[in-house]
């Protein structure tokens, strides 16, 4: 580089004293030099910021995810929840059980009974159970000889593995536990309501007590200590199952094994891990 | 290494460029670090702290197991009954002050369990210990409704009163009043 800048040098020549003068010479810098040692230090300096954000603390993290590669999912899945809607007889002891478990306030529900009822003409209705259940409440009844099929599906949060919810949150106060659960820090909710409108299945709403958004948590505080969730202890026909996946034995493996189950609005790629059984494609 | 080079006149813009570059890095660095909560991204992209905060939340519905844990006995007695599947705290009431009465009462020797109360109407102390078996207690699951399962047994109030027989009286027909006829009824318990 030196050779090539003397023999390109021009005006100055070989008769100029190098300390004194201005002109080029072989201890001045060419313009590709200038680049190269530019891009080096800049590329240098820009490594420095970046490497700390990039080592994160050094922790090794049980989820990828943490050093921003991978899926926050790909983790072994542990909680699953089976809803069988050919058992729910719609007296609503769980929803009585959750309000209570979890102090939902009157007027909203982290989970809820629907009463689909086909009828003879075609028509479909679909109800909300009330938590006295049908029998002891003052809902018109209906007249079983109208009606061609009818059954309680029992709506809760379904968990998903590709939850929109978590994905919206601008805060990150949203988000799935190690065991799969999907859960709201309190202390980080600002109550915006992304996530309500993003849960495709309803399951979110914002808390008029805390201001936060609330959903079910499987009763994320129970099943840490091998306690059932609320619903599922109060259920008197078996209508809920909850265990976990990764153990063949569980109750939950041994149903899902056994009965045909589905997902709710499969088709939208969000990989609930509420699983229902003996619902019919009416239900969302 | 050229000194002269590094620290001359026109290396000054390189330098001055490094410097921005370092200072306004260290400067997202640091205010990152302000923003950021602590224990974020320890377990993924969450506050790790609040799984704990979540799981410590205390426990309010008494599981059976519990109950079964004193009342042994009647867990047996009912381990063949077709009601097994139903938990104590369906009829009996929550029972978390039951539960932390026996709690104290086995540390303080003397101490009285509150046997039982009337409905209070508060979920989530009562104990009804000796729950009055009236229609409520059936029909709240058995009373026949548009949407239960085939297999389920189901009660139409209207034919269950005349296949049972004549009335004795009014009173034993009214909803809240009437109570369980033993001479009548199984005990489904």
Sequence with gaps: ?284 | MNWKLIFSRDSLHLWIVSFLVVAGGSVFVWGRGQLVPETYGEQGPYRAAALEKLALKPSVLVADSVCLKCHADVGEERAESLHKAVSCNHCHGLGREHVAQAQQAAKTPGLAIDPAKKWDGNFMTHVDLFITQDRATCLVCHESTVGMPEGFKQINVAEHLEDMGPKKSTAETSASSATWDTTRHRDFR
């Excluded at chain 1, 004194?20 to 060419?30: R, V």
């Excluded at chain 1, 399951?203 to 609330?214: L, M, Q």
């Excluded at chain 1, 045909?260 to 499969?266: A, F, I, M």
């Design chain 1, 1 to 284: 580089m030196i050779q090539e800048n003397n023999d390109t040098g021009g005006g100055c020549g070989g008769t100029c004293n190098k300390s004194s003068c201005g002109c080029p010479s072989d201890e001045m810098t060419s313009r590709r030099q200038f680049l190269q040692r530019a891009s080096t230090v800049t590329i240098g300096a820009m490594s420095f910021t970046i490497l700390p954000v990039a080592m994160g603390d050094g922790t090794e993290s049980q989820f990828p995810m943490a050093n921003g590669k991978g899926a926050p999912n790909e983790g072994e899945q542990l909680f699953g929840f089976l809803v069988d809607s050919d058992k729910c007889i719609g007296a609503g002891k769980c929803l009585t059980a959750c309000r209570t478990e979890n102090d939902v306030p009157e007027g909203s529900h982290r989970t809820w009974v629907e009463r689909y009822v086909h009828f003879k003409d075609g028509t479909l209705q679909v109800d909300t159970v009330p938590e006295t259940g049908f029998a002891g409440s003052d809902f018109p009844i209906i007249d079983p000889q109208l009606v061609d099929r009818s059954y309680f599906v029992p709506k809760l949060c379904n968990q998903c593995d590709d939850a929109p919810c978590n994905q919206v949150c601008p805060v990150h106060a949203s988000f799935t536990s190690p065991q799969g659960v999907e859960l709201v820090d309190p202390d980080r909710c600002i109550g915006c309501g992304y996530c309500v409108q993003a849960c495709p299945y309803g399951g979110r709403f914002i808390n008029p007590e805390t201001n936060n958004a609330d959903k079910c948590t499987w009763c994320y505080h129970r099943v840490m200590r091998n306690e059932k969730p609320a619903c599922v202890e109060a259920c008197p026909v078996d209508a809920r199952v909850f265990g976990r996946l990764d153990d063949p034995n569980s109750e939950i493996s041994k149903r899902i094994a056994k009965i045909p189950t589905d997902v709710l609005k499969e088709h939208l790629g969000t990989h609930p891990k509420t699983r229902y059984a003996g619902i019919s494609g009416e239900v969302k």
